[in-house]
């Protein structure tokens, strides 16, 4: 089964080929506490560049890999469809709120093949950061039967890889973006995206300062952010003053 997405999709990659199958589901999980354009733009380049028919932006609910995030999930549901909304394409997806216990990508991607198919291929997107932490993460190894893994160089991560990771690495990647419409699952595509060097924890660490985040993250976010008073420190000039 395939499920066309209900959003506006972008236009087709040219000339379409014998033997492809749908165009893929980029998949973007995070914390994203909260949302910046250092996940924004990267995700617009790979739908447009891939020829995804969407990216859906997952927060998860309870983080597996860290510490407990500074907002609700809710909240940093809220913040993505915040900074999503009306770019066609992008897709604010909640199903890890749905979810008891930590949010693990694995469950995620069975959940998302249940929806879309064993054959739609589906790309996991994550950074060069994530990436070579991969290992540590739940049945790390089943997630590329899953999907295939994008990886976008993120600013200050051109180490190489750990040795086990290398291995896991070297057999599966794949040069050309076609590759990905060839089959479900299974390949590792490194592509170099815009450098934006900005971090969730850059802008929580502004705005405990008191500082702006502004430019950092769609303005929307921060009006949201604003007006509740998250991220504040309670001896931040701003809790002080208001
Ligand atoms: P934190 O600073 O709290 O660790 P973060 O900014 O890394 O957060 P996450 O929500 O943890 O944001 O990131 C979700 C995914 O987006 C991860 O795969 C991460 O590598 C990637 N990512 C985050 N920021 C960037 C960026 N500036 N450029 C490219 N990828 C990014």
């Not at 395939?2 to 893929?24: D, W």
């Not at 250092?38 to 617009?44: F, I, S």
């Not at 932006?57 to 809710?74: D, L, N, V």
């Not at 802008?203 to 604003?226: C, D, K, N, T, W």
């Amino acid at each position: 089964m395939t499920v066309i997405s209900a959003n506006n999709s972008p236009s087709p990659l040219a000339g379409e080929k014998p033997g492809l199958q749908a165009r893929p589901i980029g998949v973007l999980g995070g914390t994203f506490d909260p949302i910046h354009y250092g996940h924004l733009r990267p995700a617009l380049e790979l739908l447009e560049t891939l020829g995804l028919a969407e990216v859906r932006f997952i927060p998860c609910r309870i983080p597996a890999h860290r510490g407990s995030p500074q907002i609700t999930a809710e909240q940093r549901l809220a913040l993505a469809r915040l900074a999503t909304v009306g770019q066609p394409g992008f897709v604010t997806d909640d199903r890890e709120l749905q979810r008891e216990g930590p949010s693990y990508m694995v469950d995620t991607l069975i959940s998302l093949r249940d929806d879309f198919g064993a054959d739609t291929p589906l790309c996991l997107i994550l950074g060069s950061d994530a990436f070579r932490e991969l290992d540590t993460w739940r049945r790390w190894e089943a997630l590329s039967d899953l999907a295939h893994l994008v990886v976008m160089e993120r600013p200050g991560g051109a180490q190489s890889l750990p040795p086990l990771l290398e291995a896991f690495a070297a057999p599966r990647t794949i040069e050309d973006a076609v590759e990905l419409r060839r089959r479900p699952a299974g390949g590792i595509l490194w592509r170099s995206v815009t450098q934006l060097d900005i971090s969730a924890t850059q802008i929580r660490a502004l705005l405990a300062r008191g500082q702006s985040p502004r430019y950092l993250l769609p303005e929307a976010v921060l009006a949201y952010i604003h007006d509740r008073g998250l991220y504040r420190s309670p001896l931040s000039p701003t809790s002080l003053t208001s």
